[in-house]
């Protein structure tokens, strides 16, 4: 402000007057230097935001227990039994994207042991297998085809494995880094990788057959194992039970907490402590790192193939209600489609996620709000930069804002003719952190506002879903406690 005042000085006081409304006149119209908000911790890393975007991807467990039809292999099954005879990674591929997942986590070793890569530590892999003449390399044909389909791949590296004779001795411990490190060295670019939770207890353990526990606060010192990690994977997301970078969700039925905060402490968590599942489920507002939750849950029953299951992959619309409970809840969904003993994703598997895809593209096929008048009560400086308009111009970079002192606002849609719609989806700019606690959505009925629909987080993304209603007009209520809300999208279907 303070050169425009000098300015006014050298001008004839004749126009100060005319001076002093133009001035005014830009600051309402846009021009004034109105500063972006300020984030509120913690925010997203650059790999993480990454990861948000990608919503969804696919998880595939794949081993000896295929063939065993075994949930958990005892880890004493011969490698022998490891024969996918018309094994098709790109048949994989091509159904996985053609349901608009983004992205495969391989079990590359689940807890039985056996490997799908030739390991150079152990004996225990598919270089003692059949298949392929003992040739093959699986880890690495999931990770090429999918870099051929611009799919990303993950790891899932189970830190329990039940044929090791060292499991639970400091040896294991470097047999883990080993392998962790041939890995994240030649399978790249690793987006995620997945530490598995379940932990010691019996096993084959190289024909010792007893039961090991160890301590799982100690035993792996997790911190120098992904060191090791991100030494050659930098930007690889870790998935545990409660971060460093992606939290367990808490369940394994597809269901994200309905108030579901980005942020979690880690520092007073610890297995077992009561009401973590909950905790993971809805994340804690006050929370001091971005620990985004992921829902794991698999198509069918098991977690691998089981012959007695083909009856039972989920319907379609059973699919479509995950969606809504977890990519709709501001979670990540990583949905497991466990090949069969071909090799093959089953064709019940792929009937079901392609009428998936099916409902999901005509549910939210036509953006209604894109055509829709958008406008608010308030934005912040009267600021063009915060202004309604960025809530439905399709560029996630641009956002509606409110002052700083202002952590209320209403945004209005107003449709051309009454309109019939079932979803308003809400997408925050978290790059600026998570903010907003409660949204009221009412819509327009014979002159009056009705309420229609109420949520409490948005985050990354919130589909909220209500009875089908017509209506002319929407008011959105976005509430925040934190500081000023900043939305960046809002769609209506
Ligand atoms: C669990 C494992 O014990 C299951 O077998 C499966 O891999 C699931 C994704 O995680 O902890």
Known sequence: MNHCVCRLKSIPKLHSFFYLILLTFLAHSGNAQTEAPLPVYPIPTEAQLQWHEMEQYAFIHFTINTFTNK?????????????PEKLDVVQWVDVIKRAGLKGIILTTKHHDGFCLWPTAYGSHSVKNSPWQNGEGDLVKMVSEACKAQGLKFGVYLSPWDRNHSAYGTPAYIEYYRNQVQELANNYG????????GANGGDGYYGGSHETRRIDGKTYYD???????????????????????????????????????????????????????????????????????????????PGWFYHQSEDSLAKTPQQLFDIYLTSVGRGANLLLNIPPDRRGLIHENDVKSLTGWRQLIDSAFSFNLAKTANITADNFRGNDSRFAPG???????????????????????????????????????????????????????????????????TIGYKHIVQFGPVTTSALRIRIASDKACPVVSNIEVY
């Not at 911190?223 to 808490?250: C, M, N, Y």
């Not at 970079?397 to 809400?426: K, M, S």
């Open 71 to 83: 949930e958990w292999g005892f880890g004493d099954e011969s490698p022998m039994l490891f024969n």
């Open 189 to 196: 670019p690793i987006f995620e990788w997945w530490l598995d």
């Open 390 to 456: 960025n809530l439905n111009d399709s560029n996630p970079e641009t956002y509606w804002a409110t002052n700083d002192n202002q952590l209320i606002g209403n945004v209005y849609v107003t449709f051309e003719n009454p309109t019939l719609i079932h979803y308003v989806l809400l997408q925050e700019f978290i790059r600026l952190g998570q903010r907003i606690n409660s949204v009221e959505i009412e819509y327009k009925a014979e002159n009056q506002w009705k309420h229609l629909a109420s949520a409490t």
């Open 222 to 300: 997790w911190a120098e194992t992904i060191r090791l990690i991100k030494k050659d994977q930098p930007e690889v997301l870790i998935f545990s039970d409660a971060g460093p970078d992606i939290r367990w969700v808490g369940n394994e039925s597809g269901i994200a907490g309905e108030t579901n905060w980005n942020s979690l402490s880690t520092d007073t968590l610890y297995a077992g402590k009561p009401g973590i599942t909950e905790l993971l489920g809805k994340g804690d507002p006050n929370g001091k790192s971005w620990i985004p939750a992921e829902v794991d849950v698999s198509i069918r």
